[in-house]
């Protein structure tokens, strides 16, 4: 079966800071990683994916994740917040060889960038 | 060009009666999913359509929801007779295809109350 964690309910940083928003993932073969991000009263928006390749992909608004199969994390980061960042952002995962169609998401992690 | 449509937006109704929700996906997107998200967590699949074929129903409570996606465009969510467990919101999403790494497009969402 295929699972996904978001270990931090809520990260706070400072504008202008760096930030990381943390994923793990189970699966039984190689993953498929999405990140997306929802804003209050609306549906969820899609920032960036890892199917295959270069295990840093970069997506909307200038974020980016990294893949790490050693870890089996796919964490989000920017380098530089901003407030217009604040919103709940899920992680989900998609197991190609035995739910091609399936995807799993974590309960969200709710990012506050503060001026 | 137009996202995932969705209506209506918000629900009230008593617990026991019936609700529906109507969904649009995007043109030429074949993939459509229906997901339930309570508060606090994220989205869980209730039921995925290839076309007009519904190829993954398995956590759809078949006693009281049923779908349908008759001509394998637009596509309605039914609950009869509606609980109180059943307040949430009503996502759904639509892709250009399940398999491969595409990736999902949401509409707003239907918040629903049961009183």
């Known amino acids: 079966a295929q699972s996904v964690a978001q270990p931090e309910d809520q990260v706070n940083v400072a504008e202008g800071n760096p930030l990381t928003v943390k994923c793990t993932y189970s699966?039984?073969?190689?993953?498929?990683l999405f990140w997306y991000v929802q804003y209050p009263n609306r549906g969820l928006q899609f920032l960036l994916k890892?199917?295959?390749?270069?295990?840093l992909v970069k997506g909307s608004y200038g974020f980016e994740a990294e893949f790490n199969k050693s870890q089996t994390s796919f964490h989000l980061k920017k380098p530089s917040a901003l407030v217009s960042d604040s919103a709940l952002y899920f992680c989900?995962?998609?197991?190609?060889?035995?739910?091609?169609?399936?995807?799993?998401f974590g309960d969200g992690t709710t990012l506050t960038v503060k001026p | 060009e137009a996202g995932v449509v969705q209506s209506p937006r918000y629900k009230i109704i008593e617990k026991k009666q019936p609700v529906a929700f109507w969904c649009n996906p995007i043109?030429?997107?074949?993939?459509l999913y229906w997901y339930r998200q309570n508060l606090g967590q994220g989205p869980e699949l209730l039921i995925r359509?290839?076309?007009?074929?519904?190829?993954?129903d398995s956590q759809l409570p078949k006693d009281r929801f049923s779908a349908e996606r008759l001509k394998g465009v637009d596509s309605t969510l039914k609950i009869q007779p509606a609980e109180l467990g059943d307040s949430a919101v009503y996502l759904c999403?639509?892709?250009?295809?399940?398999?491969?790494?595409?990736?999902?497009?949401f509409g707003p969402g239907t918040r629903l109350t049961v009183l």
């Open positions: 699966v039984s073969g190689n993953p498929y």
């Open positions: 890892y199917i295959t390749g270069d295990n």
């Open positions: 359509y290839e076309n007009e074929e519904a190829v993954d």
């Open positions: 043109s030429g997107h074949n993939t």
């Open positions: 989900a995962v998609r197991d190609p060889d035995t739910n091609a169609g399936k995807s799993t």
């Open positions: 999403a639509s892709s250009l295809g399940a398999a491969g790494g595409n990736e999902q497009f």
